[in-house]
């Protein structure tokens, strides 16, 4: 039975459960995103969410297959996005988040999720949220209730007692402190454990200052080498990987040191941290788009002109690095750090890439090959092969002659089911 793309999406996605066991998809093209190379006219059959073949036009589909048809539209594998915060709004900064309730942030995750997942993004990994907002926002997904990406939870980013990932915006007479702040490796360890208890399925740290927090130096080291180690030896035990906030020279080269899996963010990076995460296969996570929102948008939305300051110091400083690493061997992993500027926007950021030396193909590996790598999960997600989730993103265009077609997706499926706008 032949589809046409509107019917396909109607069919599909109908009170949720009219979605066939087995779907074949079609399109003029696919890219196989590995080798850079296009297979014309191909034939991918998703059977209970998983590929089971990709073949070309004129293999036969398995009898009773549902036929999505997508005529002019390119394929890609779904793409990741290794650093979010599905539970946070760009439009309430510094003090102004504190208007609203705690569940508030909960249940506007779930509009955030919906955004992302129809931006093409089937896969995130969000580090860090209060309350364990993000990992109820997991269950409600996985259990069908919302829809949205697959979801990585960090839980709580742990970090230093007054350092960046903890609560500095009030006097002493408010007493708020992270759950999650850690003073010595014994108390990193107990962090690690507890943080894996209520949902983590990875861990972040804090290495280093921030931009969005108090204090003048985002780049100060804020965990010692020892402490890091206690948590990646910790995490690591437990099956889990680490992410680590380091814009310092000395963070980040410590937390490369102590087996951190990805760094987030690396803005002041020097040569000698590019490279040791050359030598050691650390992957960086670098946010290189989102200083254009938060500079054009972010007084507006109440963010301090302190952090402003800080963004402003660093976002070119970050972008040069970005060049550097690339052409000094270090494999990096697409990251955006959505929720500091709008969650569904998070392509925006292939083209800056493009911009400061990536190919577009390198671009594109960083959301599918290289974050799949860096999660740990190459087998099932980022790339388009018998025994990965059916997650499928498609676009009006060629994206490795122009990477913003990636912003204006026309077709996004994830584990065989159409969630497209």
Request: net charge neutral.
């Amino acid at each position: 039975m032949k589809i046409a793309l509107g019917a396909a999406v109607a069919a599909l996605t109908l009170a949720g459960t009219a979605q066939a066991a087995t779907v074949a998809v079609t399109a003029d093209r696919l890219l196989d995103v590995t080798t850079g190379r296009y297979v014309e006219r191909p034939v991918v059959v998703i059977t209970d969410g998983r590929i089971v073949s990709v073949g070309r036009a004129g293999d036969a589909a398995p009898a009773g297959a549902q036929r999505v048809d997508l005529p002019g539209v390119t394929l890609l594998p779904g793409l990741i996005d290794m650093h979010v915060h599905l539970t946070s709004s760009p439009k309430y900064g510094g003090y102004t988040y504190l208007e609203f309730s705690d569940a508030f942030w909960t249940v506007i995750g779930t509009r955030h999720a919906k955004d992302t997942l129809e931006a093409g993004f089937t896969t995130v990994r969000n580090v860090g949220s209060e309350a364990y907002a993000d990992v109820g926002l997991r269950e409600a997904i996985d259990a069908g209730f919302v829809p949205g990406p697959r979801v990585v939870t960090a839980t709580y980013a742990l970090g230093a007692t007054g350092g960046h990932c903890d609560s500095t915006f009030f006097p002493p007479s408010m007493a708020e402190v992270s759950p999650y702040t850690i003073d010595g490796p014994e108390d990193a360890r107990r962090k690690v454990r507890t943080a894996k208890k209520y949902g983590a399925q990875m861990i972040k740290i804090c290495a280093t200052g921030g931009v969005f927090s108090r204090g003048p130096r985002v780049g100060a080291q804020q965990l010692s080498l020892e402490e890091m180690k206690a948590v990646v030896d910790e995490a690591h035990m437990a099956g889990l990987k680490v992410a680590a906030h380091a814009h310092g020279p000395e963070g980040i080269k410590d937390a490369i040191r102590a087996g951190v899996d990805t760094i987030e963010h690396v803005s002041l990076v020097d040569d000698e941290g590019i490279r040791l995460a050359a030598q050691r296969g650390t992957v960086f996570d670098m946010d290189i788009y989102n200083t254009d929102y938060t500079q054009a948008e972010g007084k507006k939305n109440g963010v301090l002109e302190d952090n402003l300051r800080k963004d402003r110091e660093i976002g070119e400083l970050q972008r040069q690095n970005f060049r550097k690493a690339l052409k000094g061997g270090v494999k990096q992993a697409f990251a955006t750090d959505a929720g500091i500027f709008p969650h569904g926007e998070n392509a925006k950021q292939f083209a800056v890439m493009v911009r400061y030396g990536a190919t577009p193909l390198q671009a594109i590996q960083s959301a599918t090959l290289n974050a799949a790598q860096a999660l740990g999960q190459e087998k099932d997600v980022g790339r388009v092969a018998p025994g990965a989730f059916g997650d499928l993103v498609g676009v009006q265009g060629d994206p490795l002659a122009d990477v913003r077609v990636l912003e204006r997706p026309v077709f996004v499926m994830k584990g065989g089911e159409v969630v497209r706008r």
